[in-house]
């Protein structure tokens, strides 16, 4: 306890003293390339260099001649700043090259720099991005690993450059990198895109985020060595994570030109613990007939709502994370050079949960003791399981409740390979490159549920003050830590696996037209990719009810029982006993053997059918379960061109408009699901007998063209101050998984629903709006405000909806995911960034930097039912708005820092304003919504000698607990997650 009060102590008060954490990401408008030669991110012909020179006579401006957006293409070694840094070290210097970026660039892009090799401000990549303008993230698992741009999660990822993702497992998308598996210490920068020029790669309706890894012909001549090493605690779970990183490069020259290398790889082991508890799914109690809308008032029957379930638990993991990535680069002359570098990020996961729940909404329920909000929501009830009229007794006469656990480890592996040919001569410029990627993910996971004996009666208040923070608590009749009462309910486990390929080639042609003229430079180019999707899944699960057959906990073999209690802000006020879920998981082959010698009441799963002994007969399942398994093909070609222009009118006026054309064309295969199909008589007719559940391949094409225009205009009112502006029209790809070839039909039971993927979805596309006004002053000072709009089509969410069902030749419920229609997203960003060099002493070493977001619009499209139907013909629907998901009306961040030669310090407050967490026109009550948040971060560095920097780091010191609601009912609590807060110690160095 000493040892952890210290460490926080210290690392409050140092941050405190600082008074600053300072993001070396200033929002930029990105810096076109070829560029400026003192720039190690490009390159410049000497055109180029004479045609600005000529520009800045005539407009005092850059004529931006010739540029290109910096994500676009990702241009080899340059020479290096002033001093042979790595990059500029400080978080003064870096700070100020952003904002210099912004002052000369064209698109809209949020820059966040290393200070130095193997240093960014956080992390991962997510968590990084957490300060920029206009981006929101959430967090699980110990991490930032969810995130938006401007209130939209359709985003492109790229690493330096060309487009990489993760491979999909059922339920993901596939299309993006996996960035909160990304180590900071690999990362140069990282650019977050707003806007997209036609020779931006397509894909993010939000924006893009581009990962610059570091190469050798960035770095200084000779060899360059830096690392580093940090340990974590985590103060919930009291757990110790460490990491570690190392570069070596050298860059030399050698008879046939400049050469370098790098290796850059990059080791931890964090390890985290979070508890939390939620209510779910609240809705009218019961049936109209049914015993626990009876027991209710008769005022309340129809009217009110709540929860299906209520749980504590707890999540407890670790992950084991490497990293490797390796460049070569030579240069045999001024106009000719080739990089061919490779990169791999791995990760092997191990999560666990444990969790004690209470189903509240059962029909066979007695609700005594209610407790009603204003809004008409149940917030706490006694259950009882009582006797019927007639003497009978529902589910044995237990309350529906009892305990849940389970393991899931994962292994995800991408890998990356590039090699680019650069050829420059004075006015033009032509790029090659091609690239091969692969990954591949899969997990494992088994389980248990368990239940109480003499479970007869319990207790739920959904808005209870035992738990800090509010949410559920219940209690029990009997006691759930006496383990001679648990008894084994279910047993079950689940496999997944994904895999996706890439190959894509582009080729690019810079020409410049002219150094005065209206037209400056035009740029040209091509690009090709062939891309395989694939993932399949499985689940077995056998269950126990009659509580005379549920066997002990004891029974399992090698398996013991286990105490669990969450540690929940203020306290845990529940504790419970059941099986330990790493030593289920760990003895699962001898579980498969206890599963079928104990002849479970009820089995689930693909194979069902033949029995226990075939289903459990292996260690692990091996069929493939249809719903999410597919298989997919998918190519595109694009083309572009664009133009760069500047003229003098009343102010001088520079900018690029362009046009890309993309062709989308592939394939998805899957399957049909026919349960019970109907037995025809010889005349076609239905016997109204059914027979064995069918399966039926089938398979779709697909082919479709995008044109994506884009245009950008900066006004030069003076050197400090400009106006840009700017349109894009840009395209989202659906999800794989929504896009899966699938669809179960039950004949057995004509009222159940059709569940469905949607292979006719469309993309998701939007039109962009931009305009932005800027003043500069200073060095590095920067005031802007920005104001967006994207109107957007095609908005995919899951939904239900009546329509017609060929296969039935009638009208039945379908759920499956589809295109909504129009929708807005309107803000303005804000943002200042100032030093305080005109302060006396050490004041002058302060500096600030503040930037908001704010959303008031972020609408959504979506069809209900209309009220009035035609008597023939489909259904009618209506278009309703409704908020879009994660969209938080308002965020801001307030960051301070402090440096000199030898200590720096930096301390930074993120905040975001409530937020919903899903969108549903047909029933909202199930809809969650965050509550606000704040989560306050600091860092220390201290450099006692030139090559080498001893770090402390805390983030979340307010020990923020995430907090939710009910969207329609906000007097009824969700629950509360809390993550705890975590302390870094690192030494850093560098030769």
Known sequence: ??????????????????????????????APIPSQIHDPEVKQTRAERSAKRKAVRETRRSARAGKVAAHTRRIEGSPTVAGGDIIVTGIRQSVQNSIDRKHRARQIVDVVTAEDAGKLPDNNVVEAMARVTGVTVTRSQGRANGYNIRGLDGVQTTVNGVESSTAPLPGGAGRTLALESVPAELVKSIEVYKTRTADQIEGGIGGSVNIELRRPLDLRKGWTVAGGVKEQYGELGKLWSPSGSLLVAKRFDTGIGEMGFLINGAYSKPKYQEAYNYSESPDLVGCPTCTIRQSLPAGQRD??????????????????????SAAVQWRPSSKLSFVLEGSYFGEESSDQFNSLFLRTREDYYTLRNVRVSPGGALLGYDILNLPTATGSIANFGKVNAGFTGGRSDGKANTYRTNFETHFESPGIRIDFTTQYQWSNNQYYSNGHVGTYLGLTSARVDFDSPAVKGNGPFFAFNVSPTDPALARLESLNDNIGAGENTQFSAQTDLWKELSSTGLFRSAKLGARLTRNTYGYNSSYRFAGWFDPVRQPLLSALPGVSAVTITPELPGGSPLSWVQLNSDQLYNNWPAVTKFITANNPEFLDGIGRDAGVASLFGTDRPNADDIVYSSQSKENTFAAYATVDYAFKAAFPIDGNVGLRYVNTYGSITGRNLQLGAPILNPAGQPTGVFGPDVVQDTAVNRNYVDLLPSAFATVHFTDKVQLRGSYSYNVQRPSLFD????????????????????PALVPTTTNDYNLALEWYFGKGGIISLTGFSKSQKGFIYNTRQREFVPELGDTRDVYKTR??????????????TG???????????????????W????????????AIQPVDGPTAYDLVKRRAPFASRWSYNLIGYYETAMFSA?????????????????NQSYIISSRATGRLDSAVNLTPIKYLTFTIEAQNMLNAVDKSFYFINPDLPNGVRAMGRTVTAGARFRF
């Open 739 to 758: 896009l899966r070839n699938w669809r179960q039909i039950d004949y057995r039971n004509p009222g159940s629903p059709v569940y469905a993927g949607n």
């Open 906 to 922: 930096r301390l930074a407050y993120n905040w975001r304003s409530e937020y919903q967490t899903a969108v549903d026109a047909v």
């Open 1 to 30: 306890m000493l040892q952890r009060e210290t460490i926080r102590l210290f690392a409050m008060g140092s941050a405190m003293v600082a008074l600053s954490i300072g993001l070396a990401a200033t929002e930029a408008l990105a």
């Open 819 to 832: 295109n909504a229609g129009p929708g807005k997203t309107q803000g303005l960003e804000f943002q200042a």
């Open 855 to 866: 959303i008031p619009t972020a609408d959504l499209s979506l069809p209900v039912e209309a």
């Open 835 to 853: 030093f305080f060099t005109f302060l006396p002493g050490f004041l002058r070493n302060f500096g600030a930097t503040a930037n908001a977001t």
């Open 303 to 324: 009217t009110v709502v709540t929860p299906y379930r209520a749980a504590y638990g707890e999540n407890s993991g670790e992950r084991e994370q490497k990293s490797l």
